[in-house]
């Protein structure tokens, strides 16, 4: 299942993806949106769009990623509304000594609102 429409930047630490919600998009309530609790996965999918990328560039096979949770997302809606458009922003802070990828900041964002989430974990 993939969500994120585009990638708009990558980088050895850090990849932006983007999407736009529409009526026929994946967990789409009529005309309410898509539920604010879909951007954790929205998040989960920019990093494993990292994770991958990150693999490829240095030669080896994309790995399993999992999204093991978060210590925080805040929303100020309850949903995304049609027409959003949403721009994930996922920046890798820590990764050790066998290239795993263990913690990355990640910023949810359109142009009224902002989300955040604070860490996403690829063991």
Not at 6 to 21: K, N, R, S, W
Not at 50 to 66: F, K, N, Q, V, Y
Request: proline content about 2%; charged content about 30%.
């Amino acid at each position: 299942m993939v969500l994120m429409d585009e990638l708009l930047d990558y980088g050895a630490e850090h990849a932006v993806c983007a999407l736009t919600i529409r009526r026929d998009s994946l967990f789409c309530e009529g005309v309410n949106g898509v539920p604010s609790w879909v951007g954790i996965e929205y998040m989960a999918q920019t990093a494993g769009a990292h994770a991958g990328l990150s693999d490829a560039t240095e030669g080896r096979p994309a790995g399993i990623c999992m999204y093991l949770g978060t210590k925080r997302y805040r929303s100020e809606r309850t949903h995304f509304a049609i027409g959003s458009r949403l721009r994930v922003v996922v920046q890798l802070v820590l990764r050790d000594d066998k290239r795993l990828d263990r913690v990355r900041l990640c910023d949810l964002s359109s142009r009224r609102r902002r989300r955040k989430c604070d860490r996403a974990r690829r063991y």
